[in-house]
């Protein structure tokens, strides 16, 4: 496809279950990210991945996130043992490459509430 | 680590009128400064950005100018039309250039 591509749009899931949510870049783009926004707030930035490894991961709040992207293209988002907090939308991100000025684009997000 | 601050919050003016929103930066090492409309529901959207080496940009109705001295990029939005209106964010890139740092974003409602 022509953009960045999230699945699934929405979830709910009850507190305490384990979510998985899915990113597939745009063809090429070889830096990835992950953001979460809330309610009325701009994007927090979680995790980014420069191909396979994560080359920076100072936002995920704590070990309960985990992401991998093991052949460098698709993206998985993992929480464990869901809080109620944790409802946001969750967005990722890619561009060309790592680096100021590279534009990196966003996808629709996915929606998660957790009950 | 780098902050954003953005303002207004909220903004509303008549359709044909200008529109400024202003950011402020904490980090001098930023050089990179996109600007991103949101519309309910759906993902940010890149609509213009800047770099260090550039003190202003202009695309159509749309410009950012850059103070790298006194740490403040400013969106200018001329002609407005009611489909302009949206959430617009502000980001700063992070000194590694690793992520964007985002303000809290601006509400720009445009009457017609």
């Known amino acids: 496809g022509a953009g960045v591509s999230q699945t699934p749009s929405n979830k709910v899931t009850e507190k305490g279950k384990y979510v998985e949510l899915r990113c597939d870049p745009i063809?090429?783009?070889?830096?990835l990210y992950w953001y979460r926004q809330s309610l009325g707030q701009g994007p927090e930035f979680l995790i980014y991945?420069?191909?396979?490894?994560?080359?920076?991961d100072s936002g995920l709040p704590n070990d309960r996130f985990f992401a991998v992207r093991p052949e460098g293209s698709v993206s998985t988002l993992k929480i464990q043992r869901t809080e109620r907090g944790d409802s946001a939308v969750y967005l990722c991100?890619?561009?060309?490459?790592?680096?100021?000025?590279?534009?990196?684009?966003f996808g629709e997000g996915s929606w998660l509430t957790v009950v | 680590g780098e902050n954003v601050e953005q303002h207004p919050s909220t903004l509303s003016v008549q359709e044909g009128d200008s529109a400024v929103i202003k950011c402020t930066y904490s980090?001098?090492?930023?050089?990179?400064f996109p600007w991103y409309k949101q519309e309910l529901g759906k993902g940010p959207q890149l609509i213009i950005d800047?770099?260090?080496?550039?003190g202003e940009k202009k695309d159509q109705r749309i410009a950012v100018t850059l103070n790298k001295t006194a740490k403040h990029f400013s969106l200018h939005i001329t002609e407005t039309q009611p489909e302009d209106s949206a959430v617009y964010f502000c980001?700063?890139?992070?000194?590694?250039?690793?992520?964007?740092?985002f303000g809290k974003g601006t509400t720009l409602s445009v009457s017609s």
């Open positions: 991100a890619s561009s060309l490459s790592r680096g100021r000025g590279n534009t990196i684009y």
């Open positions: 063809s090429g783009h070889t830096a």
């Open positions: 991945f420069q191909g396979t490894g994560a080359a920076d």
């Open positions: 980090d001098s090492a930023s050089n990179y």
């Open positions: 800047i770099r260090s080496n550039v």
């Open positions: 980001a700063a890139s992070n000194q590694a250039g690793t992520a964007l740092i």
